[in-house]
C-alpha cells in the first residue's frame, strides 16, 4: 500500500463507509470495463496541459528542470523508452545489441526519423550529441559518457558504444532527457548555450514547436512526418502557463485543463480534486526518476562546512510532520540518498529522528553558544520557486531551525534566478528534489563525486562535498558486473553520506498526476506526462 493510500485510511472516520466507497469504486469501474475496451482511437483534437512554473528554455540538451521535460519531451527524443518496470523499449533506436562481456553496445537506428526541419536523422546526430554536445552542458550525461572508450557510426543507422570497462546501468542512460538526440546540423562547431536555434527548438518527437507566449502558454503542433504510421494522434498540444495554484486547481475542475502533473496541484487541493467525477488520479509514472527531496547545503561555508552543524539542522525537523502536514501524506520518509523503490537502497543507516535536545548538544559541542537573544547562528535559505507548498516548506524550515538557535533569512527568487544561484553556488541552503533515473550510478552518484563538482551546471555537485572514499565507492560499483560486490559498494557509500549528511533528505515524492476521464494513454510508461504522447488521443467533447 502507499504511503498515500493510509493516509487517506487514517483520515477515514469510518471504517463502514470506506467499504461502502471502496465497494462502489469496484462496480463502477467493472461496468466500464467494457465500454472502454470497446472505444477506438479518435485522431485528432486539442490537449491542454499545465505548465508551471513557465520553463526557462526549451532546449532539453541545455536544461533538465521539470517544466522543461514535461514540454520538450514531446519535441526531443532519446533512443530508448523505459515501461513502468523500467525495461528498455525502442525510440530512436528500433533495436540493441549487448555484447556477452559487457563492453560494446550496438544500436540501429530508425531510418525514416527526420528532424523538424527536414533533415534525415542519422548515426551522425548520435555520435555528436553522446561526444560532444551532452557531456560538455549534461550534468548526467558527462558523467554516464565518461565510462565510453569510442562511438563509431559504421553506416548511417548504426552506432556502437564500446566502454572502457563494464557499466550495468549504460542501458538505462537513453532516457529522453539523460540523453536527448541533439541535431549535429544545427550545433556543430557553435556556442551550444547562445546558438540562435535555441528560441526554436528542432526536435525528431511527434509535436513540434509552434509558439510561445511567455507568460501565457507553448503551443505544440503535430509533426506530420512523424516516423510512426498515424501518430500522434492529436492536432496539437497547448501547455498553460497558470502560476497560482488556486487557478491551476480551478481550471482542472473546470475542465479548462486535460492533463497535471509533478507541482502542478498543491497537496492540500488533492483530496477535493480526486473526488471529481470527471477526473483521475494516480502517482503512477515517476517509476524511472523516483523523485527524492532534500535541503541542499553548500559546505563550502561556515558554520555549514562542519558535518555537526548539518547533522544539528537534520535533528531539527520532524520529517513525518512535513509529510503528512505539508505535502498531505504524499511521498514516504527518506533516510538517505536511494529512495527505497530504486535498486540497491540500504535501510541499514544512522537515523535522523526529530530530537531538537540533540540538535542543540552538537551546536554545544561546536562551540555555538547562543548569544543573549537565542542566536547561536545564521544562515540563508533560499526557497525553490516550485509553488505554495515549498514555501510552506521553507517556512517550516525556518521556523523549525530557529527554535534551535539556527536564524534563517529567506531570499526568494524565481526560477532562472534560483538555478543562476545554486548552479553558480551562490547560496548557502536550498530546497529541491532530485530523481535517481532507475540506478545510482546514474541519478544518484552525481549529486556526491568530486569530479561532478562543475560550477554553473545546475544538478551536478552544487554542495561542494568531497570524499575520496565515496568517490571510490560509487566509481568501482559503477563498473562492478557482480550485483552482490556492487551492493556492497553502494551500502557503503551509502552509510558514509549519512553520516556526512551533505544534504538533508526529507521525502521519497509521491506525485499526483491528474489526467481528465477523456484523456487516453497520458501515462503508458516509467516517464509519465514526461513521454512524447505520440499515443495520447481524446474523446471529442460532447
Known sequence: MSNRLAFLRRLTASGAVAASLLASAAMVAAAAAPAMAQEQIQKGGTLSVIVQPEPPILVLGLNQQGPTQTV??????GLLRYDHDLSPMPGLAESWEVSPDGLTYTFKLRQDAKWHDGTPFTAKD???????????VHPRARANFSHVESVEAPDDHTVVFKLKQPFPAFLKAFEVSSAPMMPAHIYEDTDYKQNPKNATPIGTGPFKFDEWVKGSHIHLVKNEDYYLDGKPYLDDIYFRVIPDAASRALALETGEVDVSQYNDVEPFDVPRLEALPHLSMTTKGYEFVAPLSWIEINTREAPLDDKRFRQALAH????????????FGLGRVATGPVNSVTPFHEPDVPQYEYDPQKAEALLDEMGLEPYA???RAEITLTPMPYGETWARLAEYIKQAWGKIGVEVTLESTDVAGWVQKVSNWDYETTNDFVYQYGDPSLGVARTYISDNIRKGVMFSNTMGYSNPRVDELFAAAAVENDPAKREEQLSEAQKILVEDMPVIWLLEMEFPTFVNNRVHNAVSTAIGTSENFADVWVEKKK
Request: a negative charge; zero cysteines; proline letters at 3%.
Open 72 to 77: 520538450a519531451g514531446k519535441i526531443y527524443e
Open 126 to 136: 548520435v555520435v555528436f550529441s553522446t561526444t560532444e554536445f551532452l557531456p560538455e
Open 373 to 375: 537573544d537565542g542566536v
Open 316 to 327: 531539527a525537523l520532524d520529517r513525518e510532520f512535513i509529510r503528512d502536514r505539508i505535502w
